[in-house]
């Protein structure tokens, strides 16, 4: 059975008080992971806060010791979303070996991460961000894409090729 306890702080709270909860969860040995919903406020260095929550308890994988394992391939926690689109893939029984794939979105939270998950399942995956110029050029030629942006009908049918796969985690508010 899993317990799952939510900590609600306003919206004003001071950072140093976020990261007094942060630490008070580290050293309480009935936690065993510790999620900090994103975005946060303006006023709190989202660095900060993570960076300050213990590598062992780290939920979603986002300290940048986790981070540095999924980067040089080793054990680690893995940020849920990517791990999720991951495991779609395969219960599907969609090919990622040898395949192209494009990322849409370069966040730390899922752009990043994805890209390295397919390149563990060994795709040669290609990253679009709002910099990239006709990004139909690389989703064109793409078996999987996973798009991560916010903008609702940003990726369009006419920019897939036939049969490709396509997982779409963008958040739109």
Do not use: W
Not at 60 to 87: M, Q, W, Y
């Amino acid at each position: 059975a899993i317990r799952s306890v939510q900590v609600f702080m306003p919206a004003d709270s001071a950072e140093e008080d976020v990261l007094r909860e942060v630490r008070r969860l580290n050293a309480d040995p009935a936690v065993h992971a510790i999620l900090v919903q994103l975005p946060l406020p303006k006023h709190i260095d989202e660095k900060k806060v993570l960076d300050e929550i213990s590598p062992e308890k780290d939920a979603d994988g986002f300290h940048v010791i986790n981070a540095g394992k999924l980067f040089t391939g080793r054990k680690s926690r893995l940020p849920g979303t990517p791990a999720g689109c991951i495991e779609l893939l395969m219960r599907y029984e969609i090919p990622i070996s040898g395949k192209n794939a494009v990322v849409l979105g370069r966040s730390n939270i899922v752009g990043k991460p994805m890209a390295m998950l397919l390149m563990q399942e060994n795709a040669t995956v290609t990253v679009c961000h709002s910099k990239t110029p006709d990004i139909a050029f690389y989703t064109k030629n793409a078996d999987i894409v996973v798009s991560a942006v916010g903008k609702p009908g940003f990726l369009t049918g006419d920019m897939l090729k036939p049969g490709c796969a396509v997982i779409d985690v963008g958040i739109n508010r």
